[in-house]
């Protein structure tokens, strides 16, 4: 495509990534190309990925191309029409296969190559086709131009320069884009016969020698292992070495004889690749790191130090195991399952027979690691050898450089040489203790940093200046060469003895080998733990393999490879088969001391012993302990803190641009919670669900009136959960307003594809159910995954967005408690800090005593697995402490088999529970994974605690996931009473309910699920979990069992705060808390006959009290052993009266004790290089990988969101790990928008947090779904009037006599005109007092709202985009914005005095309410319905809704409270806010005021749509008429509506008695449509409704249902009848009030719908009442009194920047009881306003009257007026018509005119200054300057 190579680089990355954006920007038209510089600095490098991990070369699947473009969906160009379709032929129909033209004379171009090409669809032949050599690699996989330029070889057509033309001309019939790095496979060659043959594959960036290696290894699952670079001493500089020597002798996959092209790869530039290298994945950015650094990065191209960056690198999916020879060939998976494999590929001539017997000789299976070259076959007794590619993949991922050095072509930063990897491993073999095994891990780190430190110049020079690296400096030391490599080896094992052995003598592996088969039969490696194997093969290239001989780290090496299903099987038939029988005679004897069945026998409570005193003080029935509480379900305030950062999350995704989830849509909220297949789980979180309140809370409480029926809601993840996932999935589509929240609890515990589970139906079931499409696609279905482990689920293709994660916040700040907790956590952390505190015994120890015995018998039973040997000593150790301590002096003896810590344990059990009245006691944990064997321990320890007569002291309950709790009576009375339960057939079913009981739970199950623990666990005993299981979540799960909520401080009743043991800073106060009571050893003797007389030491004492302490320890011969801190606090042991007599309410303070494997505690307490423990940098789970070897160690600094960060980069998900198909496709994303991650410490209190999420979220949605309606009460009230007197109370529609004969009510009863003028009615009595006191109150006070739900009939604003409303607001993704159009309408107006041009914008999807001319096509009309026109679907009147400063919130949306109704709405917006309403209300019709209006108020508008409307009406009237209508016939009303209407409601009537029912929320659609139908409705003026009221609808009554009075807010206005009435353009304030007046004295029919109300929202944002009055000499509002609103005319005034109408009417409104004293507080003398109504404030009354003759008003007669309010007074009003009215001596005159001159002009005309006395000071105008036309008014007194 015309690149160019540029020959200065060497590297073409730029122009490859550029070419492929382009390139991919020109194939598709679909997906958008990723950004170059994003795929150059945010992406690690993309390799191929063999699906089924097959390291064949002709694996179809694997892609060489190295280019970073994502895959793209392609669909082929249909072929020419008659062209040949043929697989294998091209499209002329010619031959193209390698069969066939393999002996065919062809003639190549020059400068063309023969290529074969393979097709997906004829998968067994090659394609023969000729391309230039000039777009192929050479044979290092560079200098390939990129372009194509290819010939058919064929039909000959030349001339191809896209490889995608030549792909269709060939026939490839591709789904995915071509690629000629994927379908060039093979240079193709003549051999020596002359025939056309495969040759060497086409180097396309190290594919080939990647194909080689990954053939060599077919048996196994070429993976990677977890490292990063631990400190050594890597003093040797590193050589460059011949890479091709390295791959000469692999054997290439099976049926495939050896090629080789003649090329060798140069070390610094193409290092062997490791098979299976795969792609990060499109998308996924990668941040190039360094551990030396915090965090990830923070901006695009800043990241992490790119000294250890890597390419990211996974394993593919296993090879299929073959058992043809039965040798147990060890997977190299990160899972490491032990499988019976072929044995490796064989060599010509050399093989290697295993001797028979060797296991049964030696005691061991020996472990052969292979190294370097290949290891001969093996044959014989294959089953007693075991043989892993560990060390071998370990050495090919340390020879892959980083491509950030790579690239820069050939720099001296080189790939560590064979030679020092094997010296590197003997250092390190050398130093590993006795009983440690070897850790991939830590080896892969120390090559790392060894290769580092040998190139740290180099590195720092690329870090400085990121330019071409300097030429290799002279003060290197010289490379390690072969010959120096075994004496040098020698040197170092010189140090060890015997325990690491390098044989170097022998001239091949095979013979050594044999050498060393030999050597541990004759038993002369006793002392040795590996044989290191090295020598030299003919071609003189270096051959290695390390043989484990050590007994202690081949058994280690053996099980650690087994997965955790091999091992339950593998202990299953050790106990079935009878291999544990002679384990468990030989424990039958004690030796010496007799036959433990004898003993126990002699210690059985038939035979007087001590003991008995015990029994009978637990039988006291009087004595209570007042201590106990539980507490399991009180919610903490972190636990509230969490909540709401859900809550926050969630509002997050629902605010995005995304529209991914539509809060406002949800009226409820629905949950399922999921959890693991564990009995306790289930009811544990039943119980919390049942104790939260959230069943109440969200409504569900009535179909759950038992904690039984509270089951429902939580499911057991097994084969049953189907039908509940399913149920859900179809209530989630019949509820769309619903919002179901599905919580995977426990989310870590089965993350398996549900496409890999194989024949295990129990794996992949969570995938299969909750990431099914219906859920992910369900747009109310909400998951929110939970787990104490994150980083399972926090992988390059994870589903969960970083931003979508929660994590759980530290409660403390600087010790500072952040959230005022009574508990503080402690868990894993805190334990691992105990062992690091130097003060007394840790908590987490391990028990050496164990350990060595535990030992001592593996090496004698090397058949058994440990965990059965273990397990056996472990139960042996706790029946001997129990006959040890309950059989008195005759048992003393056994106390030296027993360990001390076990010792200490039972007595704790046994002897605590005594000194509690109510017998309160401890729970000891012993953690059996294998449920076999925890049978088998329960079993035992019943027997021996039977037979010792204990079985009322303590329980024993086997803990297994799929049975429920078993608790004997006596235990079960006890624990009912504790709890005050009444029932008599409870039993527990959680471990919290055994608070405070006695017991030993066996917890089985090879992972825990999720089970709570009580607060009376005292001791966690883990020394029989599995040693190497070196993942890090099944570490901390284990250790997370002993995690613990430490009460920080007791009740007032008990003293002092006691503040939490280890949260001081004081170490002695840590070990007196814990080491006094639980590691002394006590007499068995002396302590038990004084178990009911302890003494109390003094309240606040520094030295809190064993559980059983000595009362003398001076008198204690037998102790064994005594701590520092035991000693120290004797003496307060002794003197203590106040001390708390129950041991359960002390320990509440103190975290538990917990015992370890030795070599767990190891690991756990290793610290590495940054400061964590080493187990955090394992592995996270065994179903993900490390992305590549050169990966940063985690930093202590970083936070839990860089730790997800650092995860998501350097993991990715195995092939049966369930996000491993996540991949995205041509996008940078594959995140499911709807799913939440919730991460916390085990046993935090997660399960409480989620489940208050629940509870607050829909209080959310409640409020969400909720308006602040305005509920006032009428004002001005008469009871008596709304009694039904005229229309009969079950009437639906008016009648207009009825109307006409009903008498006007002037009187004004809307709250919200509560402080304006009273208008007079002479049948109308004001009560003002309680008017006047009333205001006066709420005077300070906001208007009276109440907080109503939204009915799926209200009318909404822009936040709410439903599903349904996306098409009715514009917002449709699958359609553009609406287009909208621009018109004009021009019409004149005689008080206008000229044409006014208004603007109408009109949707495309609305231009069918519109006619336009057929020529240019303009607008002409809005099209109007005929009078007899009915159609149940639309609404017949245009709807004008004027509306300002409320484009977001403003009530538009209309489509449900239309029901989906065709209507015609109209927005009346002004000029200046056009651009903004048409952003939010693409689909709405906008008529825009022209911008002489843009500061006028709410009266213009409603002048301008009315007179509209009547022209409207006159055009449609002449439009219809030609059509043959008649002009009366067109439809006149339009509605006039407040943007505030937010719902409507109807008054049900009774039918028979006509009583007001209850009143219902219906339909703007059933309003409308009832009153457009009401009979003669075309004689109605103006026709409204009620505003809402809580007490307005006053049921029970017969209501007059239809009135004759003012109507506001919204209006069926009749355009025709008022065409003579007009609002008033200049109002501001009360305009409608003015217009009903006017039109009521024009005789038109006002009628009010009695049962119908509207409800208005108060929106507090915009509206025509938000005025701001400032001066003109600033624009920022100050305050102003009214009194300077008017100035004297001429005078010097500050101006206001105010429209002089509404400066009046404010001046009016609040002075006019100044202006008319004599008016205040005089409703009988009221102010003669005429032919208008203004507002002049709630003490001045104000009577209207009508200068039109033949208008309506009231008589006058005999009424004197308190003063004569004249506003713009036209022709009509006379000096006649003003003699007919009286006043007041003294009223007051108030003239007002637009200028001065009409002023004195009306004066003179109306002849006033016959009876009003007139002054110069008398005259004022509005504080307007002269261009901004004030107003002018003059005031006088009447004569």
Request: with cysteine; aromatic share 8%.
């Amino acid at each position: 495509m015309g690149n160019s190579y540029t020959g200065h680089l060497q590297s073409t990355r730029f122009e490859e990534v550029l070419h492929n954006s382009i390139e991919a920007s020109l194939r598709s038209n679909t997906v958008v190309p990723r950004p170059v510089f994003s795929q150059l600095y945010l992406e690690a490098e993309q390799r191929p990925y063999s699906h089924d991990g097959r390291g064949d070369e002709d694996d179809d699947e694997e892609d060489g191309s190295d280019s970073n473009s994502p895959p793209i969906p392609y669909q082929m160009k249909p072929p020419p029409e008659g062209s040949c379709t043929t697989d294998g032929f091209c499209q002329a129909g010619k031959d193209l296969r390698l069969s066939s033209m393999a002996t065919e004379s062809l003639e190549v171009p020059p400068g063309f190559l023969l290529i074969g090409a393979k097709s997906p669809s004829v998968p067994d032949h090659i394609l023969v086709c000729a391309v230039d050599l000039r777009f192929l690699p050479d044979e290092c996989g560079r200098n390939a131009l990129l372009g194509f330029s290819g010939t058919c070889m064929g039909c000959g057509e030349k001339g191809f320069r896209y490889f995608t033309e030549f792909a269709n001309h060939i026939n490839l019939k591709l789904t995915i884009q071509p690629k000629k790095q994927k379908h060039l496979k093979y240079h193709l060659v003549r051999n020596a016969q002359g025939i056309l043959v495969k040759g060497p594959p086409i180097c396309w960036k190290g594919i080939g020698s990647r194909m080689r290696q990954a053939a060599a290894v077919p048996e196994e699952q070429s993976g990677h292992g977890p490292t990063d670079l631990l400190p050594n001493s890597g003093h040797t500089a590193l050589n460059t070495i011949n890479h091709a020597d390295l791959n000469t002798h692999l054997h290439i996959s099976e049926g495939s004889p050896p090629l080789t092209n003649g090329s060798h790869v140069p070390g610094p530039q193409q290092p062997p690749a490791q098979p299976g290298i795969v792609a990060n994945g499109p998308g996924r950015p990668t941040v190039i790191g360094s551990m030396a650094n915090s965090g990830p990065p923070k901006k695009r191209h800043k990241g992490w130090s790119p000294e250890s960056s890597a390419p990211t690198e996974v394993t593919p999916r296993p090879t299929p195991n073959n058992t043809s020879n039965g040798i147990k060939s060890v997977d190299t998976g990160a899972s490491g399952c032990l499988s019976k494999g072929s044995s490796p590929p064989l060599a010509p001539g050399e093989s290697v027979t295993v001797p028979d017997h060797l296991l049964h000789t030696c005691g061991l299976r020996p472990v052969i690691f292979k190294g370097h070259g290949t290891l001969p076959h093996l044959c014989g007794n294959l089953g007693d050898v075991l043989v892993s590619g560990l060390l071998q993949k370990c050495y090919r991922n340390s020879q892959n450089l980083p491509r950030v050095y790579e690239q820069y072509g050939t720099a001296p930063i080189q790939p560590i040489s064979a030679e020092m990897l094997i010296l590197l491993t003997v250092y390190y073999l050398v130093q590993l203790a006795p009983d440690q095994a070897p850790l991939m891990e830590d080896l892969e780190q120390i090559f790392m940093r060894s290769w580092r430190e040998s190139h740290l110049t180099e590195i720092r020079q690329y870090q400085q200046t990121h330019a071409q690296f300097p030429p290799p400096l002279p003060c290197l030391a010289q490379p390690l060469t072969p010959s120096q490599l075994p004496w040098l080896a020698k040197l170092a094992t010189s140090s060890c003895g015997e325990g690491v052995l390098v044989l170097d003598t022998a001239p091949s592996l095979a013979e050594a080998l044999e050498d060393t088969f030999h050597r541990l039969v004759d038993g002369r490696l006793s002392q040795t733990n590996y044989v290191v194997i090295i020598c030299m093969n003919r071609s003189q290239e270096i051959e290695s393999c390390v043989v484990v001989t050590g007994k202690h780290q081949t058994r280690a090496l053996a099980e650690s490879l087994l997965s955790p299903s091999d091992c339950v099987r593998e202990i299953i038939h050790e106990l079935s088969s009878g291999m544990a029988a002679e384990l468990g005679s030989y424990f039958s004897s004690l030796g010496p001391d007799g036959d433990v069945e004898a003993l126990l026998e002699k210690a059985s409570p038939e035979n007087p012993t001590q003991f008995s005193s015990i029994e009978q003080s637990g039988d006291s029935p009087k004595a209570k302990c007042g201590e106990y509480s539980v507490e399991w379900h009180e919610i903490r305030p972190i636990q509230l803190a969490v909540a709401r950062k859900l809550l926050s999350h969630v509002c997050a995704i629902a605010d995005s641009s995304t529209q991914n989830l539509d809060l406002g849509s949800f009226d409820k909220v629905e949950f399922l919670i999921c959890v693991p297949p564990s009995e306790v789980t289930f009811h544990q979180v039943v119980l919390h669900l049942w104790n939260s309140g959230v069943l109440r809370e969200l409504g569900l409480d009535q179909d759950c009136l038992s904690q039984k029926e509270a089951e429902q809601y939580v499911v057991k993840l097994n084969q049953s959960a189907m039908g509940k996932i399913n149920s859900l999935i179809q209530k989630s589509k019949m509820n769309p307003y619903t919002l179901f929240i599905l919580v995977h609890d426990h989310a870590h515990w089965d993350i398996s594809s549900g496409q890999c589970s194989g024949g295990d139906s129990s794996l992949g079931l969570v995938d299969g159910l909750l990431n099914c499409r219906q859920i992910r696609d369900a747009p109310n279905i909400l998951t929110l995954h939970v787990t104490s482990f994150p980083f399972t689920l926090q992988t390059q293709y994870t589903r969960i967005s970083p931003y979508n994660e929660i994590h759980w916040p530290s409660g403390f700040n600087n010790d500072v408690d952040l959230y005022h907790e009574k508990t503080k956590y402690f868990g894993v952390s805190e334990l691992l800090e105990t062992t690091r505190s130097g003060s007394g015994l840790p908590l987490l120890r391990y028990d050496s005593s164990f350990e060595s015995m535990a030992a001592a018998l593996e090496e004698r039973f090397p058949k058994l697995h440990s965990a059965v040997i273990r397990t056996h000593v472990l139960i042996q150790h706790y029946s001997l402490a129990l006959m040890a301590t309950a059989g008195g002096q005759a048992l003393q003896a056994l106390q030296k088999h027993i360990s001390v810590e076990t010792l200490e344990m039972v007595q704790c059990l046994l002897n605590t529970s005594q000194q509690c009245p109510s017998r309160h006691g401890h729970m000891l944990l012993l953690r059996i994974p294998s449920p076999a064997l925890a049978a088998f321990a329960h079993q035992r320890l019943c027997h021996v605690r039977n037979r010792l007569g204990l079985h009322k002291q303590f329980e024993v309950i086997l803990g297994d996931a799929c049975s429920a709790l078993t608790v004997e009576k006596h235990f079960l009375d006890q624990l009912r009473v504790w709890l005050k339960i009444l029932d008599p057939d409870w039993a527990p079913r959680t471990y919290l309910e055994l608070e405070a009981l006695p017991c030993i739970l066996i917890l089985t199950g090879m992972d825990p699920l999720g089970e709570s623990l009580p607060r009376s666990l005292k001791y966690c005993d883990l020394r029989v979990i599995s040693c190497w299981s070196l993942q890090r979540t099944a570490l901390e799960q284990e250790l997370g069992l002993a995690a613990y909520l430490l009460k920080t401080k007791q009740d007032g009743q008990h003293g002092p705060l006691a503040r939490c043991d280890l949260s001081e800073s004081d170490p002695e106060k840590l070990s007196s808390t814990d080491n006094e009571d639980e590691e002394v050893v006590v007499d068995v003797n002396n302590d038990l006959p004084k178990l009911g007389n302890h003494q109390a030491s003094p309240a606040g004492s520094q030295h809190p009290q064993s559980d059983w302490t000595p009362l003398d320890p001076d008198k204690q011969p037998n102790q064994r052993r005594q701590s520092k801190s035991t000693s120290s606090g004797s003496s307060s042991t002794r003197a203590s009266p106040l001390r708390q007599s129950c041991s359960w309410a002390r320990n509440l303070s103190r975290p538990p004790v917990v015992l370890l494997p030795k070599a767990v505690y190891d690991l756990i307490t290793t610290v590495d290089t940054s400061g964590l423990p080493k187990s955090t940098s394992f592995l996270p789970h065994s179903s993900v990988e490390w992305a590549s070897s050169f990966r940063p160690l985690l930093s202590k600094m970083m936070t839990c969101t860089e730790q997800s960060l650092y995860y998501r980069q350097w993991t990715m998900p195995k092939p049966h790990h369930m996000d491993n198909s996540n991949r995205a496709e041509g996008r940078t994303d594959n995140f499911h928008p709807r799913k939440l991650l919730l991460s916390g410490p085990v046993q935090v209190g997660k399960t409480g947090a989620y489940l208050q999420f629940l509870g607050i979220l829909s209080r959310m949605l409640i409020r969400l779904m909720e308006v602040d309606i305005y509920d006032e009460e009428d004002i001005n009230c008469n009871c008596e009037k709304d009694l039904a007197r005229y229309h009969q109370p079950i009437a639906l529609w008016p009648n207009t006599d009825t109307v006409r004969g009903m008498p006007f009510d002037y009187t004004i009863h809307d709250p919200k005109y509560e402080d304006i003028s009273t208008i007079y009615s002479p049948d109308f009595t004001s009560n003002s007092n309680d008017g006047n006191s009333r205001r006066q109150e709420d005077v300070y006070l906001h208007r009276r709202t109440a907080r109503i739900k939204l009915s799926k009939y209200a009318a909404y604003n822009t936040y709410h985009h439903c599903e349904q409303c996306h098409q009715y607001m514009g917002f449709n993704p699958q359609y553009q914005l609406y287009e909208s159009t621009l018109h004009a309408f021009t019409f004149s107006h005689l008080l206008l005095g000229e044409e006014i041009q208004l603007y109408f914008i009109i949707p495309k999807s609305k231009e069918h309410h519109f006619s336009f001319s057929q020529s240019g096509g303009q607008l002409e009309s809005m099209r109007l319905p005929l009078t007899s026109d009915w159609n149940p679907d639309a609404i017949r009147s245009p709807i004008f809704t004027p509306t300002t400063g409320r484009h977001e919130h403003g009530l538009f949306n209309l489509y449900h409270a239309m029901e989906g109704a065709a209507h015609l709405h109209i927005l009346v917006i002004k000029e200046y806010e056009m651009a903004v309403y048409k952003k939010y209300w693409p689909n709405h019709i906008m008529l825009v005021l022209p911008t002489i209006f843009n500061g006028a108020g709410i009266g213009a508008a409603h002048f301008l749509i009315k007179e509209l409307s009547y022209h409207n009406l006159e055009l449609e009237r002449s439009r219809r008429v030609e059509h043959g209508s008649r002009p009366q016939d067109v439809w006149p009303f339009i509605i006039l509506a407040d943007d505030s209407c937010v719902m409507w409601n109807s008054v049900d009537v009774d039918p028979k008695s006509g009583t007001t029912g209850t009143e219902r929320n219906v339909s703007l659609k059933q309003v409308l449509q009832h009153m457009e139908s009401s009979p003669d409705i075309t004689q109605y003026g103006l026709c409204g409704m009620r505003k809402w009221s809580s007490r307005g609808g006053g049921a029970g009554r017969q209501k007059e249902p239809f009135s004759r009075g003012h109507l506001h807010d919204f209006l069926l206005l009749n355009v025709d009848l008022t065409q003579n009435v007009q609002y008033n353009q200049n109002r501001f304030t009360c305009d409608d009030v003015d217009f009903n007046l006017r039109a009521h004295s024009a005789g038109l029919l006002i009628c009010r719908f009695n049962n119908f109300s509207v409800m208005k929202k108060q929106i507090a944002i915009g509206g025509y009442g938000t005025f701001i009055i400032k001066t003109k000499m600033t624009d920022v509002p100050t305050t102003i009194q009214p009194t300077q609103y008017i100035c004297a005319p001429d005078s010097k005034h500050l101006f206001l920047a105010t429209p002089a109408q509404l400066l009046l009417e404010k001046y009016l409104q609040h002075t006019s009881h100044r202006l008319f004293p004599l008016s205040a507080q005089n409703y009988s003398h009221p102010v003669l306003s005429v032919d208008c109504y203004l507002n002049l404030g709630p003490e001045v009354t104000v009577c209207f009257v009508s200068s039109r003759p033949h208008s309506i008003n009231f008589s006058t007669t005999g009424l004197l007026f308190s003063g004569l309010l004249l506003y713009f007074c036209d022709s009509f009003v006379t000096p006649g018509f003003l003699k007919k009215f009286q006043f007041l001596k003294g009223a007051t005159l108030c003239v007002i005119c637009p200028n001065r001159s009409s002023l004195r002009q009306t004066v003179v005309r109306l002849e006033l200054e016959e009876e009003w006395r007139f002054r110069l000071s008398d005259e004022f105008q509005t504080a307007n300057a002269k261009e901004d036309q004030p107003l002018f008014f003059l005031t006088g007194k009447h004569i």
